[in-house]
């Protein structure tokens, strides 16, 4: 049954789409994020260790709330890694194992691709999907990742 939330079946597709896309790009960086808490070495290996875990807790959260709101529009979740490879802007290295410095660097890049991502989707999901609820949600994922890429670059000052 769809839902009839004052969104057209069309727009709510859009959104859902696009939701998809993000999803996938939660879940590529997630899979970096663990790579790093589990290769992570050197001086500050505990720091880090703890630090790229609560940063994967913090995704792990917010993916589960994305595919939730795909199911909110109406919509399937898309549920494998082949999908999520497929639609996702990051990119992973596989065989790659970088210091921790380099690692830092990379995810940084990751959140920072993500927040320019997201910014161009809140104003889809407003202007052209008329979807406020997914602007709205958008919106706080852009700050956790702004605060992770905050937090990311304080590292590498």
């Known amino acids: 049954m769809k839902p009839e939330i004052g969104i057209t079946e069309k727009h709510l ?7 998809s896309t993000i999803l996938s790009d939660e879940m590529t960086l997630y899979i970096k994020t663990r790579k790093a808490h589990w290769n992570v070495t050197g001086e500050s290996f505990m720091e880090l260790h703890k630090l790229f875990e609560n940063q994967y807790k913090q995704l792990e959260e917010s993916i589960d709330e994305i595919a939730e709101r795909i199911g909110k529009l109406g919509e399937k979740t898309i549920g494998t890694m082949q999908e999520y490879l ?20 990379e ?12 910014r161009k989707d809140i104003d889809d999901c407003s202007d052209k999907n008329k979807d406020a609820g997914t602007a709205d949600f958008l919106t ?3 700050e956790l990742h702004e605060t992770t890429a905050w937090i990311l670059r304080r590292y590498l000052n």
């Not at 597709?13 to 939701?19: G, V």
């Not at 497929?86 to 660097?105: A, F």
Request: no cysteine; aromatic share 2%.
């Open 13 to 19: 597709q859009k959104s859902s789409t696009l939701l």
């Open 86 to 105: 497929k639609h996702s802007s990051i990119k992973e290295s596989p065989g790659k194992y970088s210091s921790s410095k380099e690692t830092l660097k």
């Open 107 to 118: 995810l940084l890049k990751d959140h920072e691709t993500i927040i320019i991502l997201l």
């Open 140 to 142: 706080g994922l852009m």
